[in-house]
Structures are given as C-alpha cells and as structure tokens.
C-alpha cells in the first residue's frame, strides 16, 4: 500500500508542475492543437516518470584499467 501512495504523489507533483507550466506559458495562446496536445502528453509523462529508475544514472561509474 505504501509503494500506491507513493506513486499517486509522485504522480500528482507532475501534474501539478505541468499544469503550472500550462498556466504560465500556454494559457493565453490561440493554438488549441498545441494546447491540448501539451496536456496529454503531461498526463502520460506523469504518469509514467515514477515507473523508470534514475538512481542508475546518477551513480558515479568507475572505470577499471
């Protein structure tokens, strides 16, 4: 039950950052394709982003000589 709510927050954080980029940028514009297509994607980009694994690109990576 944890892992769900941890995903619904993260979930949540996402679509408010978007949202609030919809709000600051596009709000005012007349190119509804665009609008609505920024939207969408939001929703499957937040949606998404809290199933792929980052910790393996931000580790430090040795080399062996």
Known sequence: MPALLL???QVNVGLA???????LVLRQTTFYQLNR???????????????????????EQTQVY
Request: net charge negative; glycine share 10%.
């Open 37 to 59: 297509g920024f939207l969408l994607a939001g929703v499957l980009v937040s949606s998404l982003y809290p199933l792929v694994d980052f910790s393996a690109l931000l580790e």
């Open 7 to 9: 995903y619904l927050l």
């Open 17 to 23: 950052l978007l949202y609030g980029i919809y709000k």
